[in-house]
């Protein structure tokens, strides 16, 4: 019922900004609360942030606070995160997840639909 297709993943240098895309394709006259996630090599995936239907409410993880801001455009079904401030540590595959729902949650088990990922390498 949906699929997602995240884009803007590359190759860049520490203290480089990037902005990933998801465009979503979903049920017509829905809402959907949305998220970014990662994962490492070897690593668990990990929350990055989420943003409710509206975009009153984000919610971002302690690592990426300060640095990334989640967005969404309803109008383009269409979701962002600009990463400012690039580190190494940030070098990993970012996935978009979606749910019909109207709450935000740091839970990968609670979106249940996700994308391919795009892969984000920041090198030092």
């Known amino acids: 019922q949906v699929q997602l297709v995240e884009s803007g993943g590359g190759l860049v240098q520490a203290g480089d900004s990037l902005r990933l895309s998801c465009a979503a394709s979903v049920r017509t006259s829905s809402t959907y609360v949305m998220g970014w996630f990662r994962q490492a090599p070897g690593k668990e995936r990990e929350f990055v942030a989420t943003i409710n239907w509206s975009g009153s409410i984000t919610r971002y993880a302690d690592s990426v606070k300060g640095r990334f801001t989640i967005s969404r455009d309803n109008a383009k079904n269409t979701l962002y995160l600009q990463m400012n401030s690039l580190k190494p540590e940030d070098t990993a595959v970012y996935y978009c997840?979606?749910?019909?729902?109207?709450?935000?949650?740091?839970?990968?088990?609670?979106?249940?639909?996700w994308g391919q990922g795009t892969q984000v390498t920041v090198s030092s």
């Open positions: 997840a979606a749910d019909y729902r109207s709450y935000t949650s740091a839970s990968y088990s609670a979106y249940n639909y």
